[in-house]
């Protein structure tokens, strides 16, 4: 019997490789997300955490700047890793949370400086990307 992929069926979920260094030096070594940024410029996580703080201390174009740059990170690694401009890119796959979270992140950043477009088509592109993601950061 031949088993046939189902034609039908959307693109395999996109998995982002691990950076075991990046997540040590922001975990067991507590470096601020600055130094993990220089260090490892493509880890996503890193600038998320540089946006959110920026955003919380009211510095909202620095937030928006500092989402957009992971946010396009994230799309080359994305890119690297198969990702073809659409299909599921898991919140449960610990190295996609860096650029799902950019990318609210960007959303929440250009609601602020009244980018409505950009806003609304970031929100639905975590949605397509991932319910729980969307979920989790749309609060």
């Known amino acids: 019997m031949t088993t ?12 982002l490789p691990e950076n075991e260094e990046a997540y040590r030096l922001l975990g067991e070594e ?12 493509t880890f996503a996580l890193a600038w998320a ?4 703080d920026a955003f919380e201390g009211g510095r909202v174009v620095e937030s928006y700047a500092y ?32 650029f ?19 806003k609304e088509r970031c929100w639905q592109f975590l949605k397509d990307s991932s319910a729980e993601a969307y979920t989790e950061l749309a609060r």
């Open 49 to 52: 955490m540089l946006a959110d």
């Open 67 to 98: 989402a957009r740059t992971g946010y396009h990170r994230g799309l080359d690694a994305l890119r690297r890793s198969g990702w073809k401009g659409h299909g599921p890119i898991p919140w449960s796959h610990r190295p996609n949370r860096g």
């Open 4 to 15: 046939h992929k189902n034609l039908l069926s959307g693109p395999e979920p996109t998995h």
């Open 100 to 118: 799902l979270r950019c990318l609210a992140a960007l959303a929440r950043a250009a609601d602020a400086i009244g980018e409505t477009e950009e």
């Open 30 to 41: 507590s470096r601020p997300p600055a130094e993990v940024v220089a260090k490892h410029p």
